[in-house]
């Protein structure tokens, strides 16, 4: 029988294929946008190549799946690529200065926003700015700094804008900041951003697009190839769709529109009737996997069992009374989306927990891996039985726990902090558990997550070593489980004919190199569907 040509041919050191017992292979061919073949001779598929192969040679290359990013806001990476650049300041002057000169440029009462990923503590005051600082930036535009996803400060302008005054009363599980003389501060947390940021508009589809393009690309280049966005806006399904059929995107994504901000069922049901139209719409490159509630906060306001270390009384926010959250879910399975909940503190998990229950109780056959707990953070040894039992899935963001240590150690101590992201128990305890990085709260990378669960290093040092796994296990978190989480073990997370050719080539072993190389191994390439969508600058 006559063998078809390949489209790609690639010879390495090593193609691992995740597939249990078997061995290393050496060469790995591509037709379309599947694998075809493998062979343990590196130039055992030669017979394959024809003058519109591309051959990729790389005898001291090393072969893996294409990793997933199971937690990540790539949304708000591509708004990132034109905001404001404030995580390169070192002090407020610098982070002020930044947003003057964005100022100079833009026209009077248009918005600025900031970049997101940034950390106050990084900052030579170890604060953030306050609304007053903004103001000394500009009192002419509405500012909006974004730290993360749970956290805002805003200058006068925009405090102005919104309708925020003294006597504005606190949204149900958010928090208007006040300085100690009770003035407004311009902080903004949880269910209190969207007072501001609904008044946003839109940036421009063609920047927009520009944006994903530059935020996935940089994705690829880590090693990711397909990342769950874990907040995405129900217009912003347009944007993706519209960055997709561009050609923009070099990753794929499993998106979760976001019902942040929503606090009753039957805002729930409207947001569900406008998803409607993506029901059908799914590709291998864009798919909308479900929903996404915030049940508590996160590094200033997770719900715990225990009080804060900074406020004595404080035990953190929960967002949603328990039983409207029931029935938003509940609408959301019925109409047969998923669920993907942050639950972070110990007493947040322990709610959530309460709530899938009910509803897995009220609605029995539900598919496999229906209801996610997002992070799990502080779950404990009962909780993790418990979500085992019950079929939780939970996803897990080391990069979050390293870049924030130092920052949680003032709201929670260092015991709990120790305590955050128990992955090697979450395992022995039979969970189904996939990795990601939280980006922009934390950093993403492929192995820059690998190197993080295997050490348990943080900015402050090594925090919980008793929750490190194994490499494999490591690895295996964002291909091969993440796969399952996805429900998509018949198109990726090993490397098999048949499967998508999502492919990573690494130019060293990230099996068996040395630990401290993990932390910044990016690979030379990275193929999508057989398309290279990162490789070296010739």
């Known amino acids: 029988m006559a063998v078809r040509g390949a489209d790609v041919v690639i010879r390495a050191a090593a193609v691992h294929t995740l597939v249990a017992g078997q061995r290393p292979q050496r060469a790995l061919a591509v037709v379309g946008d599947r694998i075809a073949a493998l062979s343990e001779d590196p130039h055992g598929l030669d017979g394959r190549i024809t003058e519109r192969t591309t051959v990729i040679d790389r005898p001291d290359a090393t072969v893996l799946p294409a990793f997933d990013d199971t937690h990540t806001h790539l949304i708000f990476a591509g708004l990132a690529a034109h905001d404001v650049p404030v995580h390169q300041a070192r002090n407020i002057p610098e982070f002020l200065d930044l947003i003057r000169q964005r100022a100079a440029s833009t026209p009077e009462g248009q918005w600025i926003r900031t970049t997101v990923n940034w950390q106050e503590l ?15 930036a500009s009192d002419r535009h509405p500012i909006l ?11 006068t302008f925009a405090l102005r804008l919104a309708g925020i005054t003294e006597d504005s009363p606190t949204p149900p599980g958010g928090v208007i900041g006040r300085d100690e003389h009770g003035r407004l501060n311009g902080r903004l947390i949880d269910n209190a ?15 927009r697009i520009d944006g994903l393009r530059r935020a ?18 129900l217009p912003d399904l347009a944007v993706l769709q519209a960055a997709r059929d561009e050609g923009a995107l070099s990753v794929r994504i499993r998106a979760l529109v976001s019902a942040i901000g929503l606090t009753d069922p039957a805002q729930v049901e409207d947001l569900l009737d406008g998803m409607a139209p ?34 004595g009384d404080f035990y953190g926010t929960l967002t949603w009374e328990p039983d409207a959250l029931v029935r938003s879910i509940e ?22 927990l309460d709530a899938y229950q009910r509803v897995l109780e009220r609605n029995p056959g539900l598919p496999a891996n229906t209801l996610v707990m997002e992070h799990g953070g502080l779950a404990d040894a009962e909780q993790r039985e418990r979500a085992v039992k019950l079929g939780i899935p939970v996803t897990v963001q080391q990069p979050l726990l390293h870049d924030t240590a130092e920052v949680e150690d003032g709201f929670w101590g260092p015991e709990r902090v120790n305590r955050l992201f128990p992955a090697r128990q979450w395992l022995d305890q039979g969970a189904l558990v996939t990795g990601g990085s939280d980006f922009p709260v934390g950093a993403y990378g492929a192995m820059r997550s690998v190197w ?18 194994t490499r494999a296990e490591a690895v295996a978190l964002h291909t091969v489980n993440a796969a399952r989480l996805l429900g998509e073990t018949d198109l990726r997370g090993t490397l098999t004919p048949g499967r998508l050719a999502d492919l990573t080539l690494w130019p ?20 999508l569907g057989g398309r290279t969508v990162h490789a070296p600058q010739e």
């Open 331 to 352: 609408a959301v399975v019925r109409r047969g989306w998923r669920v993907g909940t942050h639950a972070y503190g110990d007493r947040g998990v322990r709610t959530l």
């Open 508 to 527: 060293a072993d990230p099996t068996s190199c040395a630990t401290d190389r993990l932390r910044d191994l990016n690979p030379t390439h990275t193929l």
């Open 193 to 207: 951003l969207g007072l501001v940021e609904h008044l946003l508009p839109p940036s421009d589809l063609t920047t």
């Open 452 to 469: 993080g669960m295997v050490t348990r290093q943080t900015v402050t040092g090594v925090r919980g070593p008793q929750h490190a796994i």
């Open 145 to 155: 700094v974004k730290r993360g996803g749970h956290n805002d400060v805003v200058n």
């Open 278 to 311: 993506w029901r059908y719409t799914a590709d291998p490159l864009l798919r909308v996997w479900g929903v996404k509630f915030i049940l508590d906060g996160g590094l200033e306001a997770g719900a715990t069992e225990e009080p804060y270390c900074d406020h």
């Open 216 to 233: 996935s690309h940089d994705y690829a280049a880590t090693g990711i190839g397909t990342v769950r966005d874990c907040a995405v806006p």
């Open 122 to 136: 990084n900052l030579a005051e170890r604060r953030m700015p306050t609304a007053a600082e903004l103001d000394r």
